[in-house]
C-alpha cells in the first residue's frame, strides 16, 4: 500500500510529463500521468491508518495473491450453491389471483417502477419449480415491506404458510401490525411471537402452526426454536438477516433448504457487485423514493439551548414526535434533566443498548405508541424503526459518529410524506477535527433522497459487501482495500463463468474422408441402416470398439471406408465433449473448429496439448483454427485431431461441468 504525495513535473527529454509521487516505507515512486491505471484508491471498513509497504519486499504481491485464492474459492463457492440449487424443485405457485390484484390494488400509495420490479422478479421466482432465494435491497423507508406483503400474500392464498422473521422485537411489531391491517378483508390468520408473549399464547401458537390454521407468523429468533414446527411452509422472510448472530444464521441456513426465500436488506450493496453477482444470486434494487417522500431538511450547526428547544418544540406543536440521540450511554439521565427544564410537561423516554432487554422494548414500545414526546437515545434507534410520527430528530455530537450512522439515523424520520428535520449539532468551542467537519459536511450535502446509495459508497458498500459474503472476506477485503478486492472478485466470477464448457447438440464434421459403408460389405439393406443407427448412437469410445469387433466378427476385415465411418464417429464425441460444433477446412492451410466456448474455458483446454502444438492452436471469439494442419491429407487431419483433442479431453475440470 501507499500513499500520494504529491503531483509533480518533470522535464525528460526536452518534453514535460507529469507524475505522481507515491510514498513507500523506503522511498517514493513516481508514476507518470498516463499511467494512473494503475493505482486503486485503498478502502476499508477500518479506520486505522495502512500500513506503508517497503519498494524493495514482496510483501504486497504476497498479499495480493493470498487473497486472489481467496476470491477464486469464494467465486468456485458461490457458482457450486447456484448450480446445486438450480437442480432442486421447490413448490410452483399458480398465477397471480383476483385477490391478488385486490390487495396490490388496495396500497395506499403509488407503488415506484423499482418496487414493481421487485415485485416481479419475486413472483416469476415463486412461479418457477426452482426455490426462490432472491435478496431485496433498498434504502430506509423506500418501500421493501410492501414487496414482501405482496409475496407473503401470494403465498398464503396457494395454501401455503409463512414465517417472517426480524432481529427485534419492535421490528417484529411493527411488521405484524402492517401485514395484519393489509390483510384485514381477507380470511387469513396472523401471529406474532416475541418475548411479550406469554407461555400460554406461546403455546397457542405452535399448536397453530401445526394444525395450519395460521397462514403467517412474524417473529424474532424465538421462531427458529426446535418446538417450532409447520403444517406446510412456503415462504420465510427474512428482515436484515446479517443482523442475526452466527448459530441464529446456522438454523437460518437449514430452514432455507426447502423453501421459497426472501431477504430483505438497506444496507446498500454497489452495482458493480449487483452487477457481477446477477447471474449467481438473485437481487433486486430498490432505489427509487416513493412519491410521497419529501427530503429530509439536514440542518448543521455548534449546540445552542436555544435553537434544540425551538426544533423539540416547533415538531410537538404539530403532534409530532422526536428523538434524540446521543454518542454515548454516561450523562443521557442529565441530558432528559436538561430537556425537561426547556419544555417543561414534556414527557421522556430513554433507551440505550445496556438496559435490560425487556426494559428497552417495554421503553420503545411506550414511545412508538406514542406515550412519550422525545426519546433520548443512543444509536439503537440507527436500524428498523419505523414510527411515522417522528419527524424531527437532533444529534448531539455529530461529529462523533461514522457517516453511514448519521446517514441511518437521520432515515429515521420523514416516513410519513410531512417535512422532515435532522439536527446534527457539534460543540462549538472546539476546533473540529478536518476528517469530522468533512463528515458532516458530507451528510450535509446529501439531503436529497436516496443519496444513500451515492453517500453509501464511502462506507456503508463495504459493510454491505462483508454482510453479503461473510466475515472471512471482510477481512481480506481489508488486507488489499475495497476496490482492488471488488476488482478481483468480478475477474474470477467471470473467469470461472467463461471456463464452462459449452454444450452443443452436435458436432459437424466437414472434412473431405471418404467414410461409409461400402454395398458389398453388407448387402442386406435393412442391416446395412441398422448398422449405420449403431454408429450414429453410439455415446462411448468403448461402444464404437465394440461396434468394429461386431462387424469384423459377422461381416469379414473392416473395408477402409467402413473404418473411417468409425473414426468420424470417434472425433465427434470427442468434439462434442469439448464443446466443439463444427470442424472444417480453413482455405487450403488450416482447418477450423467452431465453438461458442469462452477465452477462459480454451485457456483451461489448451495447457493439455503438447507444447509445441501451442503456438498452431489459434482462439479467437468462435472458433479455434489449427493453423498448418488442412496441409495434410484428410485422414490424417483427423487421426490428428481425435488424438489432439483426446489430450485435451483430460482436462474437463468439475467447475467446467457446472
Known sequence: SLFIVKLSSLMMNNETRE???IQYADGILRIAADQFGVLSRFRTASDQKPELHK??????????NKVRKAVKKLAVDLLQLYAQRSQQTGFSYPQDSSWQEELEESFPYQPTPDQLKATQDIKRDMESPRPMDRLVCGDVGFGKTEVAIRAIFKAVTAGKQVAFLAPTTILTQQHYHTIKERFAPYPL???????????????????????????VVVGTHALLGKEIKFKDLGLLVIDEEQRFGVNQKEKIKSLKTQVDVLTLSATPIPRTLYMSLSGIREMSLITTPPPSRRPIKTHLASYDPETVRTAIRQELDRGGQVFYVVPRVEGIEEISGKIREMIPGVRIAIAHGQMPETELESTMLTFSNGEADVLVCTTIIESGLDIPRVNTI????AQKFGLSQLYQ????????????????????????????????????EFTQLGS?????????????????????????????????????????????????????????????????????????????????????AADSQDELTLIAAEWSDRYGTIPKPAQQLIRVMELKLVAKSLGFSRIKPEGKQHVLLETPMEEPAWNLLKPNLPEHLHSRFVYTPGKVTV????????????????????KMQGSLPEVALV
Open 19 to 21: 507524475y505522481l509521487a
Open 55 to 64: 519498494l524493495s519486499s514482496k510483501v504486497w504481491e504476497k498479499t495480493k
Open 189 to 215: 390468520q396472523v401471529g406474532l411471537l416475541n418475548r411479550f408473549r406469554t407461555a400460554e399464547e406461546r403455546k397457542e401458537i405452535q399448536k397453530r402452526l401445526v394444525t395450519g390454521e395460521l397462514d
Open 394 to 397: 437532533l444529534i448531539e455530537d
Open 409 to 444: 439515523l437521520r432515515g429515521r424520520v420523514g416516513r410519513a410524506g410531512i417535512q422532515a428535520h435532522a439536527w446534527l449539532f457539534y460543540p462549538h468551542q472546539s476546533r473540529l477535527q478536518d476528517a469530522a467537519r468533512q463528515r458532516l459536511r458530507a451528510i450535509q
Open 452 to 536: 444513500g446509495y451515492q453517500l453509501a459508497m464511502r462506507d456503508m458498500e463495504i459493510r454491505g459487501v462483508g454482510n453479503l459474503l461473510g466475515a472471512e472476506q471482510s477481512g481480506q477485503m481489508d488486507a488489499i482495500g475495497f476496490d482492488l478486492y471488488m476488482e478481483m472478485l468480478q475477474e474470477s466470477i467471470k473467469e470461472i463463468q467463461g471456463q464452462e464448457i459449452p454444450k452443443v447438440d452436435d458436432t459437424q464434421i466437414d472434412l473431405n474422408l471418404t467414410a461409409f459403408i461400402p454395398a458389398d460389405y453388407i448387402p442386406d439393406l435393412d442391416q446395412k441402416m441398422s448398422a449405420y443407427r449403431l454408429v450414429a
Open 627 to 646: 493453423r498448418g494442419l488442412g496441409t495434410l491429407s484428410a485422414d490424417k487431419q483427423m487421426d490428428h485431431l481425435i488424438e489432439w483433442l483426446s
